[in-house]
């Protein structure tokens, strides 16, 4: 009998879009660079066939613990929570993105792996220490406190610098996964990507702050 987590996985062929929408957030910086990097001396096999129609488990298995998820869960919703702008990380399934990203079998996704699982178990010794909870356990703003306490200015120990550095990747593979759907670019106010049956050209303000004459009608 499958787990419930097996019955809700997402399919092989959204995942490959999803990472594919993630990468095009260029903006987030090389964390999300899909497939690409140098050729390394081993290889990780043949890419897992995108067409056709699959089952859980068809394709590489999902690796990170029930532990780890709730750790990814709480800190994606940290940094993007549920807000007058959008959903929370959570509803738009970025927890299962981020296991995706990790689980996946090419170099750059396996890279971002043996940062992020490391960064898991900082973060909730770093919590642990300050708070005497797991970061999991704590409370949207008191998760939200510590974290603005790792990456305000001051001098941080070890534990904290590490678990800063590890923020910067977990943040852009969040928010390359976050608005890479249809509900994160209406949180940006991006409206591409939507039919529409006529083109008066660009508004007469943004020609203007150009400075150019709109000659085609």
Known sequence: MK???EQSRISRRDIIK???AAAAVSQFGPALS???GAVGAEGYGQDPKVAGIFKPGDHWPLTLTSSQRKTVTAL???IL???EYGPAASSLRVPDFVD???SAPYPRQQAARKKILPGLKDIEELSLNLEGERFSGLSLKLRAKLLDRV???GSKDALAKRVAGFLHEFTSICMGAYYGTPAGWKAIGYV???PSPTFNGPPQEVLDRVGVTQTVK
């Open 3 to 5: 787990t419930e987590r």
């Open 18 to 20: 999803w990472f594919t």
């Open 34 to 36: 899909f497939g690409q």
């Open 76 to 78: 994606a919703d940290t």
């Open 81 to 83: 929570p549920e807000d």
């Open 100 to 102: 995706e990203w990790v």
């Open 151 to 153: 990456t305000g200015e």
């Open 192 to 194: 591409g990507n939507v």
